[in-house]
């Protein structure tokens, strides 16, 4: 894999004819560092986001050493790292995968959240007496680009209940949520934990450690979020008035603000028709969630001088398959003089990008580069020059 200043210089030498990820390591590195220094608990990687192994090797190195993993590939590719704490934290997984996991593996840690799965993990595992589990409470999801609350999560009426039998089989008890991906609302963590207050004093259970989940943003053109700073703010406020023992540990599992400013993809226009690009990535590619939940990410047309000086103009991207699904509404700006054969670069696709590709129609190959300049923006007071900035709990309007 070749390391590069820029996108500009990679084109400069080369012509690829597949979309090539641009990664930057180094933002992944930059986040990493952020979290562990501002968030007031352990900072873990939900390795979903993004899985490939530079991008793991550049949390590590920065000190992440717990991993959110949600499937036995992912147990078997952290496991592989010396000195790992793994928490599965998919709340379904089969007899043989939690068996696996801890057998074979050494998972201790799981996250359930109705009764079957507490049973089945009681089983699974002999009725193991050093487990770690996670109770996982419903949560609404409102204000989240993507709200995550249809398919997981413990319903009001069941969580007293399943709260006092994983207290009874765990030797620690977490209880977590997630407020949806890309939540754009600090005040959602602190509805979410009101809320997981009340079920504690309710069932009078006491858990050892509060997981605020993932679901910190990221900066995306039409997705402006306010700084990181005033979520951990938000968290911490509610983290200090909750009822639970001072040792009560708090930890957090990000996947998307880790590391969707460590790629970009550079595609290629295969055909201009008006103001539509037919690109060779797409919605079977690593645009998924420009197509399906209408994330907007920055664009830029290389090389961009001279000709990318011209006034920008509105562009819907058309991906390289045969589906009319394949289609990305942007609006996407771009200089007008825009035409086949060009090559632009579309930033912050570092999370749920590339991972979520397919093969279909023969597609789905990609090369690989490093990038060492700034990523296209940042939550973490770069090129934009968004400045993460502490604030008051609870000062965000809701
Ligand atoms: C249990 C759990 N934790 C963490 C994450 C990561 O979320 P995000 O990428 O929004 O930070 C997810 C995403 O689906 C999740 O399901």
């Known amino acids: 894999m070749g390391t590069f200043k820029s996108a500009e210089e990679f084109l400069r030498l080369h012509s690829p004819v597949r979309p090539v990820l641009g990664l930057r390591p180094h933002a992944a590195r930059r986040a990493a560092r952020w979290f562990q220094h501002h968030f007031p608990g352990k900072t873990l990687y939900a390795v979903k986001a993004n899985p490939m192994p530079i991008i793991i090797d550049a949390l590590y190195k920065e000190g992440i050493r717990d991993f959110d993993v949600t499937s036995?590939?992912?147990?078997?590719?952290?496991?592989?790292?010396?000195?790992?704490?793994?928490?599965?934290?998919?709340?379904?997984k089969s007899r043989a995968t939690i068996a696996k996991a801890y057998y074979e593996y050494g998972v201790r840690i799981f996250a359930l959240d109705c009764r079957a799965e507490l049973e089945k993990i009681s089983e699974a595992t002999g009725a193991a007496r050093d487990l770690t589990l996670f109770v996982r409470i419903a949560c609404e999801g409102r204000g989240s680009r993507i709200p995550l609350a249809r398919k997981f999560g413990a319903d009001p009426d069941e969580v007293v209940d399943l709260l006092l039998a994983a207290r009874s089989s765990a030797e620690r008890l977490g209880v977590s949520f997630h407020v949806g991906s890309q939540a754009m609302e600090p005040c959602r963590y602190r509805e979410a934990m009101h809320h997981i207050d009340a079920l504690i004093v309710e069932s009078g259970v006491l858990p050892d450690i509060i997981d605020v989940g993932g679901g910190f943003p990221s900066a995306y053109t039409n997705l402006s979020p306010p700084p990181l700073g005033h979520y951990v703010s938000e968290i911490k406020g509610c983290f200090d008035s909750m009822n639970?023992?001072?040792?009560?540990?708090?930890?957090?599992?990000p996947g998307r603000a880790l590391v969707a400013e460590a790629s970009s993809v550079i595609a290629r226009v295969e055909l201009r028709r008006g103001g539509a690009l037919y690109l060779n990535d797409g919605a079977f590619g690593s645009l998924f969630d420009a197509a399906h939940f209408?994330?907007?990410?920055?664009?830029?047309?290389?090389?961009?001088?001279?000709?990318?000086?011209?006034?920008?103009?509105?562009?819907?991207?058309?991906?390289?398959?045969?589906?009319s699904f394949d289609l990305m509404p942007g609006p996407f700006y771009l200089p007008g003089c825009v035409r086949e054969g060009d090559f632009i670069e579309i930033g912050q696709l570092g999370a749920y990008g590339h991972v979520l590709g397919t093969?279909?129609?023969?597609?789905?190959?990609?090369?690989?580069?490093?990038?060492?300049?700034?990523p296209m923006m940042t939550m973490y007071g770069g090129l934009d020059g968004r400045e993460d900035v502490e604030c008051v709990a609870g000062s965000e309007s809701c």
Do not use: W
Request: aromatic share 14%; with cysteine; proline share 10%.
């Open 359 to 374: 093969r279909f129609n023969g597609h789905g190959l990609y090369d690989e580069v490093i990038l060492r300049d700034e």
């Open 72 to 92: 036995m590939p992912e147990v078997e590719q952290m496991a592989a790292f010396p000195q790992v704490t793994l928490y599965f934290m998919n709340p379904v």
């Open 294 to 323: 209408g994330f907007v990410y920055p664009v830029v047309l290389l090389p961009q001088a001279p000709r990318s000086t011209g006034a920008l103009k509105p562009f819907l991207f058309y991906g390289p398959t045969c589906d």
């Open 244 to 253: 639970v023992f001072e040792t009560c540990e708090l930890i957090c599992e």
